[in-house]
């Protein structure tokens, strides 16, 4: 049986059962300030995987970094198999601005594989894929929703490859999307280096929404059991209806106005249900929106003032004929606060 080993980033050993916290160089302010990317490795007693966990990779989505935080001070990872390579903010610079981008203006997760001698984008994606990517085996990428939107809790992902979707299956988000690689995505780079990579969609920018949370927390445990990283749960397994959407589409609202939405993140919908209504400020006009096909809201604009084409609702479809049955008040259901094996709440 092979032996664990030590783990290496940025000329940094990481000893086997030990932890540390890495400081990327990135790179520095016009202030000489250096901007470094923040990266905790823990690596186990016994080999295994080696899963990275990031978020913040658009500098606004900062549910992720809460859902790294409370990963890393679960007791159970001191039984961990393998390398667990957690990165909760990459985007340093958005982040610090509550932005999106990079000061360059550029999304980092179309920028991949990157370049040394690019942008100042591409150079972090270029650091980003040779000091993380390259050394893992697995990947799960956080996000939320953007600014005045709200994503359910959903994982989206290239189902055709089969270990991709067992643990897409095994993360237990509410609705599975199967979503095409995009260019210069991290999908799309992992997946040419066989890596398999999921992604989270949790909540709203710049917000924390303690549901999305909790779900990508639980999520993340569940791929690591699934994964052999950590021990099974003592808890009596809790198997949550998953389902998988084929095709989404965003409704754009049709004129610009004040809009009342009237249909809320998890309804199920049927076709020609309306969702909302768009008025003038003097309620002279009505334009009413609704929904093209049956479907459910995975996605939700949360600012009532929009301008022509901008999107509104994002409507998820079942093309196999399966339809959720009744209201998936995902946000508003009561959850159970789940422990890990040593009884730690999720929450803390």
Not at 259 to 268: D, N, S
Request: charged residues 25%; aromatic residues 4%.
């Amino acid at each position: 049986m092979a032996e664990a080993a030590a783990f290496h980033i940025a000329g940094v050993e990481i000893p086997v059962g030990e932890r540390r916290t890495v400081d990327l160089s990135v790179t520095r302010l016009y202030t000489h300030s250096a901007i470094t990317m923040p990266v905790h490795v823990i690596n186990g007693l016994h080999p295994g995987p080696r899963l990275f966990v990031t978020a913040a990779m658009h500098g606004d989505e900062i549910n992720g970094v809460e859902i790294i935080r409370r990963l890393i001070r679960l007791p159970l990872l001191k039984k961990l198999s393998g390398t667990l390579i957690t990165v909760p903010v990459v985007n340093v610079h958005g982040f610090i601005h509550l932005s999106r981008y990079l000061p360059d203006r550029r999304d980092l997760n179309r920028t991949f594989p990157g370049s040394r001698e690019g942008s100042l984008t591409a150079r972090l994606a270029h650091l980003f894929v040779n000091e993380i990517v390259d050394k893992s085996t697995h990947g799960i990428d956080l996000h939320t929703g953007a600014l005045h939107r709200s994503n359910l809790p959903q994982i989206r992902a290239r189902f055709d490859d089969s270990e991709t979707l067992r643990l897409a299956t095994a993360f237990g988000a509410p609705i599975l999307v199967n979503a095409d690689v995009r260019e210069g995505s991290l999908r799309e780079i992992a997946a040419a280096q066989g890596i398999p990579v999921l992604i989270y969609e949790g909540g709203e920018a710049l917000r924390f929404d303690e549901h999305s949370i909790r779900v990508g927390l639980r999520g993340i445990l569940a791929v690591m059991r699934g994964l052999d990283m950590i021990p099974p749960s003592k808890r009596k397994p809790n198997s949550p209806e998953v389902l998988v959407a084929r095709s989404t589409t965003w409704i754009r609202a049709p004129n610009s106005g004040i809009l009342r939405a009237i249909q809320a993140l998890g309804r199920r919908v049927k076709a020609g249900e309306i969702l909302g209504t768009i008025s003038d400020p003097f309620g002279e006009t009505d334009v009413v929106v609704t929904a093209p096909s049956d479907g459910m809201i995975i996605g939700r604009l949360n600012l009532p003032l929009v301008n022509e084409g901008d999107a509104l609702f994002n409507i998820a479809r079942f093309e196999d004929g399966r339809k959720p049955e009744g209201e998936r008040e995902f946000h508003n259901e009561s959850q159970e606060i789940e422990s890990d094996v040593t009884g730690e709440s999720l929450l803390t």
